[in-house]
């Protein structure tokens, strides 16, 4: 189960601005629904407000911009992993430590049952307070985070067990000591162990996908993303900063970077777009696992009739054809 806080109650004290008028309504429709009884009856203006609620959520949520999905992405009310696992795995036993340094508990990783298969399962976890998320280290992990990843995906492979990925961080944590005990070395063997692992690998981009923090867990044969996830090589932020140093063109950034899911399964990089509840995976957290859980299962059994040699040729393939350019001519 799920060590961190419910969802739910995380909702209940965060709400983005675009989600206010949504809110701001329910609370209406619950107040009446308080009031009601058998001498005053509310239903019928119950039923109006319901209506006017559930078409101003689908409205709201189908023109969301780019930067307002980055908001979306990092709702401390989404399911993190653990939620996941919690719903979608049965028998989950997690494995701790990389064997050299330490355990970091920002990446969670076990042993586990996926509609009955043994599979291995690991993934970025953010925390729901100020207490788990000094934990947690906010979801970015240090290098002893991607060694333990490393030595348990080198594990299923041995067995012949498929890997899943669960993709949530802002990036890999850019301390000193992290520098120290080689952070860009533990990202790279971990692209360089997952190319080569002759076993099915999924990833999929449940949050934010930031930077080289995400793709150490993202060299997979399929990659899915949430609908309201999003996947870049720097955040909107840190764009706006080195390209334009000025923290209003956020917007701006988020825009150019092309970094949700629609954007990016139009370019080849994500495969398929797994859809959320309507107003997102954090108002409704089981239909969101449920989802993602049928997708996995799909993918999952799809990959499991292909022999490990062409399942890494079609991995290679697969990341080679990545990216596009184009070639201008410059006039004499």
Known sequence: MSTTGSPASTYDRYVLEFERPIVELEKKI??????????IDFSAEIRRLEKKAHRLTEETFAQLSPWQKVQLSRHPARPFTLDYVSVLATDFSELHGDRAFADD?????GLARLGGRAVLVLGHQKGRNTKENLRRNFGMPR??????????MELAARFGKPILTFIDTPGAYPGIGAEER?????????LEI???LPVPIIATVIG????????????????????????????PEGCASILWKDQSKVETAA????????????????DEIVREPTGGAHRDPSAAALALGEALERNLSQLLRLSPETLLEERYRKFRAMGAFEESRRKA
């Open 194 to 196: 997952m190319s080569a």
């Open 143 to 152: 290098p002893e985070g991607y060694r333990k990843s490393r030595r348990l």
């Open 105 to 109: 508990e920002s990446i969670v990783a």
């Open 255 to 270: 825009e150019q970077l092309k970094l949700t899911a629609g954007d990016l399964h139009r370019l080849g990089i994500c």
């Open 182 to 190: 080689g952070q860009a070395e533990a990202i790279a063997k971990n």
């Open 208 to 235: 934010e996908g930031g930077s080289g923090g995400a793709l150490a867990l993202g060299v997979a044969d399929r990659i899915l993303m949430l609908e309201h996830a999003v996947y870049s090589v720097i955040s």
């Open 30 to 39: 619950d107040e009446l629904k308080q009031l009601q009884s058998d001498s």
